[in-house]
Nanobody, 118 residues
């Protein structure tokens, strides 16, 4: 099982960025993919997620209305579109997978750094 997050970078406040999580090695219909972020000195925060069939999504209040998660089954990719970025969105972003029905994320990708300047 592999997940690889990419797309991070440096942007100014108000700008947009798209993160991608490419996954392989498991049946996507049976796994929930989540996005997390970890800012310096802060606890890891789960910010978004999408179900195996892509008919269920989750957004933390901190990103609701600004971020959109989507799933491309053909490309085995989960995308996180981030709009209206704020300096407080600065963090290392990770994608992870858990089997549907489980609460434990078993598989994690490496992080991608997002830096939002004011």
């Amino acid at each position: 099982v592999q997940l690889q997050a990419s797309g991070g970078g440096l942007v100014q406040a108000g700008e947009s960025l798209t993160l991608s999580c490419e996954y392989s090695g498991f049946d996507p219909d049976n796994y929930y993919i989540g996005w997390f972020r970890k800012a310096p000195g802060m606890v890891r925060e789960g910010i978004s997620g999408i179900s195996g069939s892509a008919d269920g999504t989750y957004y933390a209040d901190s990103v609701k209305g600004r971020f959109t998660i989507s799933r491309d089954f053909a490309e085995t990719t989960v995308t996180l579109q981030m709009n209206s970025l704020k300096p407080e969105d600065t963090a290392v972003y990770y994608c992870a997978a858990r089997e549907i029905g489980s609460t434990q994320y078993d598989y994690w990708g490496q992080g991608t750094l997002v830096t939002v300047s004011s």
